[in-house]
């Protein structure tokens, strides 16, 4: 930090502790930063991003509908006077960037953690299409052609995959992301364009009836070779990124309806 001349600030600093769900007292209590001791908090803000002690995302997730509530009541009380295209490209502005801000990081959670996001989507279908409530939120979207909230996730961490192993992603992810050598050159899994996918457990996240979801398995060294191996194999030999992009939206749209 003294060669690139920067100085903590004492006053602004505070760190957190990350760890098992099962460990209610955190394995630092406070540390000593200048002249200042600086307890461990529940959660902490980085660039943007809230990060709790557990990983779970909910302060974010939280705070992200908060603040696209108060957007799309704004709009729906001028949405009389708008398009239809008109109001889809508010809501792409205000609301769809909000939700995909940082999405990948949401990676791995359990659907009863993105049914937040999802009811903020479905109520910004409603009102850029103006139907009811009784009607099909799902129809919405598909008409929309909007992708859910899983999907989108999905979509962020495939393109990221896309540009670290084509060069074009920063080097500190590109060096996580490895193409699959088979044991013997001669495998038809040596021509299929897979990758490489880590065979290591960490601490344990969250557990849900869908089965234990760990650490490491929401990394992007781990999730997106898991992604990545699912698409079709002419999707994996895609040169272009804006091919690669528009034919992984149509798999995805099919994917969620």
């Not at 200042?36 to 990060?51: P, T, Y």
């Not at 940082?102 to 279908?125: F, H, M, T, W, Y």
Request: hydrophobic content about 40%.
């Amino acid at each position: 930090m003294v060669q690139n001349r920067l100085l903590l600030n004492d006053d602004k600093t505070e760190f957190v502790c990350f760890s098992n769900r099962k460990d209610q007292i955190p394995l630092v209590n406070d540390i000593c930063v200048g002249s200042k001791i600086v307890s461990a908090a529940n959660s902490v803000r980085n660039l943007g991003v809230i990060f709790d002690s557990k990983l779970v995302m909910e302060k974010h997730i939280a705070n992200v509908c908060r603040s696209a509530y108060a957007y799309i009541r704004s709009i729906s009380k001028i949405r009389k006077l708008l398009t239809l295209s008109d109001t889809e490209i508010l809501m792409h502005a205000f609301i769809s960037s909000r939700i995909d801000s940082c999405n990948s990081l949401l990676i791995g959670l359990p659907d009863a953690s993105l049914k937040p996001l999802e009811r903020i989507q479905k109520v910004a279908a409603r009102v850029v299409t103006r139907s009811s409530k009784f009607d099909s939120a799902s129809d919405q979207l598909k008409r929309l052609h909007w992708l859910p909230i899983r999907q989108r996730i999905h979509y962020k961490v495939l393109t990221i995959t896309f540009k670290c192993i084509h060069g074009l992603g920063p080097s500190y992810l590109s060096e996580l992301v490895r193409w699959h050598v088979p044991s013997r050159p001669n495998l038809r899994s040596a021509s299929n364009y897979e990758l490489q996918i880590p065979s290591l457990g960490l601490v344990s996240n969250t557990k849900s009836k869908f089965g234990k979801v760990m650490y490491f398995d929401c990394s992007l060294q781990c999730a997106a070779p898991s992604l990545w191996n699912k698409m079709p194999v002419g999707m994996r030999s895609c040169d272009s990124f804006d091919t690669f992009k528009a034919q992984l939206k149509t798999y995805l749209f099919k994917e969620a309806f």
